[in-house]
């Protein structure tokens, strides 16, 4: 290997050494500038990415706000829709709940009522035919011209059906201590009048003879005194009760199986017009009123008002012996009697007149004996605008209009009762044909037509009574009176049904109420509340 002076190692090393230290110098020049670069560099990206992550979020905000808006707007809308429905569903809610107040629908609640005692209903009788006698007061006022007012009042007041003369007897046990004595207590025919005087066939005397030593059926015979013994009284006569006969035929004989025992006070009495007993004679019972004064009409009417209440079965009995058989005028034309059972005062015999309680008509004929029972029903009514009653416990339907009557007609026929209000007295012929058609008018329309026609009303408290047979027969005994009617107490319980509105001013709060709950979150409360803090606001606001 060729080395010369200059090659030697070391100084090919120290020729070498320099130039490494000037590559070294460069490569660490480059080196700075490079890493300088590449920090300029990344700075560069960095502020790029910053730059950029800067935009992206101011679009992110914006966007975000524009999403915020739009949401809060989407809410308002919601609850706004949510609030007009609800508020609508309520006001639709509502409006139907106070249609339905307005509305004054009502319902009726039955109960089963018992004090032990009932009233009895006002028995209204009315003859038929209304005159004893033809021709009647109209046919004289179209035919005879002759008679004047006073004339033709007379023959009217001679020739009606008076009380004495429709009643021979009236009694109802334990009013007013006017019980009749005579009236049976039991036995065969309890609560009937004894018959006086009756004739008894009595066997007195009875013994037994033999016809022969052997004892035996047809050798013995029998020997009795039968004697017929007259009673004005009751007797004891085999039995050991003092006991009378209830019906008897034409000679005062008894009839089998018509008996009773006495209570220990009759000692004879008789069922007469003349008793102190009959109850026909106490005026304070009885009101009488003119209706119709058609000839072949029902028109006089007398009615019982009973003063107090009764206990059921005989204790309560009422019975009433009717028209004395001798004394009945034109026994062809006169057919028997009207019976009406109805409350005191409400009685018209009218059309559709079931309204005040009045019972369907019972028509008992002459010559028959007619027994039953009565059981009662009792409404109490609301009084409303559009169906008025009265809630006067004293208002006579059958006064009211009586007293139009009297106003269609300029005055009221006096005949056979006092005027009712300040009525005047009819004087002339011509007064009497218009009460007589302002009375067919009256009863003629129906109820409507009557009660808008002469402003009448039914009470608040309607009681309707309805009669229930037990028997009816022909009187074919022997007896002073045309015809005959028993009724007593069938119970003293009664349903009574109570009208009330069905949806009142507390349902209808109460269902506002649940409605503002339900659909707008409030409470009665809670309007409370606020009102109350509106108006203090508004007191502090004044005051400072």
């Not at 007896?479 to 949806?503: C, G, I, L, P």
């Amino acid at each position: 290997m060729y080395q010369g002076k200059n090659n030697s190692p070391g100084a090919w090393t120290t020729k070498v050494q320099p130039i490494k230290e000037e590559q070294a110098k460069y490569s660490n020049t480059w080196d700075a500038e490079t890493e300088s670069e590449l920090k300029k560099k990344k700075l560069r990206n960095v502020l790029n990415i910053l730059d950029s992550g800067s935009l992206e979020n101011d679009e992110v905000k914006r966007n975000t706000k524009k999403n915020s808006v739009t949401s809060k707007v989407i809410r308002i809308l919601v609850r706004v829709i949510g609030a007009l429905s609800m508020s609508a569903l309520f006001l639709w809610q509502a409006s139907v709940a106070i249609d339905k107040y307005q509305s004054k629908l009502t319902s009726l609640q039955e109960r089963l009522s018992d004090n032990g005692t009932l009233l009895y209903p006002s028995i209204t009788f009315c003859t038929k035919y209304i005159w004893q006698s033809f021709p009647g007061v109209l046919e004289i006022i179209n035919n005879n011209k002759s008679m004047n007012f006073e004339d033709i009042k007379k023959y009217a007041v001679d020739s009606h059906w008076s009380r004495e003369r429709v009643f021979s007897f009236f009694s109802h046990n334990n009013v007013n201590n006017y019980s009749f004595p005579c009236n049976t207590v039991g036995g065969s025919k309890t609560g009937r009048p004894c018959s006086f005087p009756f004739v008894y066939q009595s066997i007195v005397d009875q013994s037994w003879e033999n016809a022969s030593s052997e004892m035996n059926e047809t050798t013995m015979q029998k020997n009795q005194t039968t004697s017929f013994l007259y009673f004005d009284t009751c007797t004891p006569l085999d039995d050991v009760t003092p006991w009378c006969y209830t019906r008897t035929d034409e000679n005062m004989t008894y009839i089998l199986g018509q008996w009773g025992y006495c209570d220990p006070s009759c000692t004879g009495q008789l069922p007469q017009y003349e008793s102190k007993y009959n109850l026909a004679n106490r005026e304070e019972y009885w009101q009488v009123g003119l209706f119709d004064l058609s000839t072949w009409g029902s028109g006089l009417c007398h009615t019982y008002n009973p003063p107090k209440d009764v206990e059921p079965g005989v204790t309560g009995q009422l019975y009433t012996l009717l028209g004395d058989k001798e004394k009945i005028f034109a026994p062809m034309r006169f057919l028997g009697y009207n019976i009406y059972l109805h409350d005191r005062g409400q009685f018209w015999p009218g059309l559709e007149m079931g309204r005040i309680g009045l019972s369907d008509e019972l028509f008992l004929p002459k010559n028959y004996e007619w027994e039953g029972s009565f059981h009662m029903r009792q409404k109490t009514l609301i009084n409303k605008e559009d169906i008025p009653c009265s809630e006067d416990p004293n208002y006579s339907f059958r006064d009211c209009i009586l007293d139009w009557v009297a106003k269609d007609a300029g005055c009221h026929l006096d005949w056979f009762s006092d005027p009712i209000g300040m009525n005047k007295p009819c004087t002339k012929r011509e007064d009497i044909s218009k009460y007589s058609e302002s009375l067919t008018i009256a009863l003629q329309a129906r109820w409507l037509k009557l009660s808008n026609m002469t402003g009448c009303i039914p009470r608040c408290t309607v009681r309707t009574y309805s009669f229930v047979e037990k028997n009816r027969e022909e009187a074919n005994w022997g007896r002073n009176w045309s015809a005959a009617f028993y009724m007593d107490v069938k119970t003293s319980s009664y349903t009574h049904q109570t009208e009330f509105f069905a949806y009142d001013i507390w349902e209808l709060t109460s269902g506002l109420g649940g409605l503002m709950g339900v659909f707008l979150g409030w409470s009665f409360l809670y309007i409370i509340v606020q009102i109350y803090t509106a108006l203090e606001n508004c007191i502090v606001s004044i005051v400072v």
